[in-house]
C-alpha cells in the first residue's frame, strides 16, 4: 500500500501541472489525445536520452559544468526539442503561439513523470521526498517546457528571416536555465535551496508572464470576443 501511494505521488505532480497548461488555453484547446500522446513521447524519449547520457558519462571526463550543460541539461532539452520539431511544429493542430507552450509542457511532464517514477521505485523514496521533487524537478521540466514552447511558438507565427533565430532560442533558453538548475544543485550540497527557491519563483513569475502573451497573440482571441458580443 505504501509503494502504491509512493508511485501515485509520482504520477500525481506531472498529470496536475498538465491539467494547468492545458486548462490555460483560452481560445482554441487542443484535441486531448494529441496532448496526451505528445505526453507519452516524453515518457518514451527517456530511454534514448538515458542511453545518450551513458555514453557521455563513459566517453567524458566530466565535471559539473559538463555534467550539468551537456550530460543532463543538453541531451535531454535537445532531445525534447527534436521531437517537438520533428513531430508537433509542422503539425495543423499546432495553430496558436499557446499550442507551442503546451505541447513542450507536455513533452517535459511526460519525461518528468517517468523519471520521478523511476526514483520512487529504485529509491525506496518517502511521500516527503515525492513532494519535495514535485515542487522542484517536476515543476522545474514544466517550466524549461514553458520557455521552449513559448519560443517555438513565436517562431511558428513568424514571419521572414527571425524565425530560424527564435527557432535556435527556443532550444538555447530551457538548455540555459536547466544547466543552472542542475549546476547550483550539483555544486551546492548543502545550502542548495537558498539558490533553488529563487530560481523556481523566477522561472515561475516569467513562465506565466509568457503563458499571459502567448494567449494574447492567439489568432482566434477575436472569434471569441465576437461570440461573447453576439450572445
Known amino acids: ?25 483560452k481560445y482554441d484547446q487542443e484535441p486531448l489525445h494529441m496532448v496526451l500522446k505528445v505526453f507519452l513521447l516524453g515518457l518514451i524519449i527517456v530511454l534514448p536520452v538515458m542511453i545518450i547520457q551513458r555514453g557521455l558519462v563513459l566517453g567524458l571526463d566530466g565535471g559539473p559544468y559538463v555534467d550539468s550543460f551537456l550530460i543532463s541539461s543538453g541531451v535531454e532539452e535537445g532531445l525534447k526539442w527534436f521531437v517537438l520539431y520533428h513531430m508537433i511544429y509542422n503539425h495543423t493542430e499546432f495553430d496558436e503561439p499557446y499550442d507551442g507552450i503546451l505541447y513542450a509542457v507536455a513533452i517535459s511532464l511526460g519525461f518528468a513523470t517517468i523519471e520521478n517514477v523511476m526514483y520512487a521505485w529504485y529509491s525506496n523514496a518517502s511521500i516527503g521526498s515525492m513532494v519535495m521533487r514535485a515542487l522542484l524537478p517536476v515543476s522545474g521540466h514544466a517550466m524549461f517546457g514553458v520557455i521552449m514552447g513559448y519560443h517555438m511558438g513565436r517562431a511558428k507565427f513568424s514571419k521572414g528571416v527571425k524565425t530560424r533565430g527564435i527557432l535556435l532560442i527556443s532550444l538555447l533558453l530551457p538548455w540555459l536555465w536547466h544547466g543552472i538548475y542542475d549546476f547550483i544543485l550539483t555544486t551546492t550540497a548543502n545550502y542548495w535551496i537558498w539558490f533553488i527557491v529563487p530560481l523556481m519563483a523566477v522561472l515561475w513569475y516569467g513562465g506565466m508572464g509568457k503563458v499571459a502573451r502567448a494567449n494574447s497573440r492567439s489568432p482566434f482571441r477575436f472569434l471569441k470576443r465576437e461570440e461573447e458580443v453576439n450572445l
Open 1 to 25: 500500500m505504501l509503494l502504491l501511494s509512493v508511485i501515485s505521488s509520482a504520477v500525481a505532480p506531472g498529470l496536475a501541472l498538465l491539467t494547468f497548461f492545458y486548462l490555460k488555453d
